[in-house]
Each structure stands twice: as C-alpha cells, then as structure tokens.
C-alpha cells in the first residue's frame, strides 16, 4: 500500500491507489497521462509508477472541470495558466472554486468505500471529526455514510491536524452564521439598490428577461471576491499572529542573554 500522510505529506500511490483515491478507475488515469494532463509519475522499486499529493489534487481538479462542461482541449487550457509552481494546497483551492458554482450531490457509501477514498482506514472519532467539517452525514446504518465529494478530499487532509472536534463544530457554526449573514446583506443590497429601481422603471418584457440572465452572472463573481478577500485576510491574521510570536521570542531570547551576562 501507499504511504497515507493525512495531509498529503511524503504521498506515495500507486496508479489503483490514486485512482481509488480520486474516485476514478486506473483507465482514467492513464487516459489524462496520455493526453499530458497529469505529470507522468516517478518511478519507484521496481519501476512501479508512484504518485503524489500534486497528482491527486491536479487529477481531482481536472475531474471538477470535466463536471462543469469543459472539453479536454479548455482543461488543458486551463491548468497551462496555473503558475508552475503551484502547490497541491493552491490546486485544492481551485478545485473548491470550481466547485461552488454547482455543488455535488451526496453519495451513499458504505464504510469500505469511504475507507477506500479515504486512503485509510477510519476510526469512529476519524469519522466523527469528518461528520463535524461537513463531508459526510450518518445514515440510520452505522456502515453506510452520506458523502460530499467536494469536501471528502479536504477532510480527509486535516485529520491528522490536532484540532479538537468541538473547534471544529466551533469554526463550521462561525462559517455557516457569517456566511449566511454575509448572502442575506448582498441579497438585500442588491433588490434595493439595482432591482427594485429597474423594475421600477417598467422595462420591456424582453429587458427584464436579459436583466434576469444577466443577474445569474453576479453570483460567481460575488464568491470569487469573498473567498479572495478571506485569504487574504485570513493571511494577514496569519502573518500577524506569527509576527507576535516571533517578537516574544527575541524578548525572552534577548531577556536569557541579559540574566546569563
């Protein structure tokens, strides 16, 4: 077997591990090698293909794409503009953005299935800690679990990470009540300030069906801002936390130095 690193550390799969991984059989796989839209993989003892965390992440991606309609040709497209130094972190995050213009319907899976995707065996508080980020729900059989697929991948990246379950319950209620606040506000803002004084103005039938296609182009420009506003955000938290961190420890570095001078 492969070596499982929870968050994609020292990742060593073979072509069925990957596939399995992805939730996409071996000919697949081969297929995009093929068509250069996957790295070829490194060789390992015995010259069996071995592939990483850039895989997977960079095969899920290509996946999401397929989803949404693209041929292979505006795929290639599409990754040829990823810098080249992205990482497998920046390759999920383009996934996650790809996939909330059309968010994926649960799937049924039983407990070996999960395991399977998961690349790992699950304990009940694996599972529970996954149930509380939201990539899966229990159904009334303990073997059988409600899958998201676009968040599977990612829960599965951070179990090894020591957060609590009751921080992430804590973080999910943070995310799901300034998140809802934040559409409701957007939403409010924009029937009083655009399409109320439109309607007002009595357009045309024809009009008011072109603003009505036009407003469906709000929402992905809309969720593109916020997700870049809080990285960017989240970063500049980040760096000032680290920053603090860092002067603390010059002072008591510098704080030793005086008591042993």
């Known amino acids: 077997m492969g070596e499982h690193g929870g968050v994609g550390v020292g990742l060593r799969l073979t072509v069925d591990e990957l596939a399995a991984r992805a939730g996409v059989t071996v000919r697949t796989v081969r297929f995009y090698g093929t068509k250069g839209l996957l790295p070829p993989p490194e060789?390992?003892?015995?010259?069996?293909?071995?592939?990483?965390?850039?895989?997977?992440?960079?095969?899920?991606?290509?996946?999401?794409?397929?989803?949404?309609?693209?041929?292979?040709?505006?795929?290639?497209?599409?990754?040829?503009?990823?810098?080249?130094?992205?990482?497998?972190?920046?390759?999920?995050?383009?996934?996650?953005?790809?996939?909330?213009?059309?968010?994926?319907?649960?799937?049924?899976?039983?407990?070996?299935?999960?395991?399977?995707?998961?690349?790992?065996?699950?304990?009940?508080?694996?599972?529970?800690?996954?149930?509380?980020?939201?990539?899966l729900e229990r159904t009334g059989d303990p073997e059988v679990f409600r899958v998201d697929p676009g968040l599977l991948p990612l829960g599965v990246r951070i179990l090894d990470v020591p957060i609590p379950l009751e921080t992430l319950l804590a973080a999910r209620s943070v995310v799901v009540e300034h998140s809802r606040a934040t559409a409701r506000e957007l939403q409010r803002l924009f029937r009083e300030t655009v399409w109320k004084p439109y309607r007002e103005s009595e357009p045309a039938p024809q009009e008011l069906a072109r603003m009505r296609a036009l407003t469906d182009h709000i929402q992905p420009m809309v969720a593109q801002a916020l997700v870049t506003a809080f990285q960017r955000y989240l970063r500049e938290e980040l760096g000032e936390e680290l920053r603090q961190e860092q002067g603390q420890e010059q002072e008591q570095a510098q704080a030793q130095e005086q008591v042993q001078a």
């Open 43 to 135: 060789l390992g003892p015995r010259r069996v293909g071995l592939y990483g965390a850039a895989h997977l992440d960079r095969l899920e991606l290509i996946e999401e794409l397929q989803r949404q309609g693209l041929t292979l040709a505006a795929i290639e497209r599409y990754l040829a503009r990823l810098p080249q130094d992205s990482s497998p972190l920046d390759l999920a995050i383009h996934r996650a953005l790809v996939a909330s213009w059309t968010p994926e319907a649960p799937e049924e899976a039983t407990r070996a299935q999960l395991e399977r995707r998961a690349g790992r065996g699950l304990t009940e508080e694996q599972v529970g800690r996954l149930a509380a980020m939201g990539a």
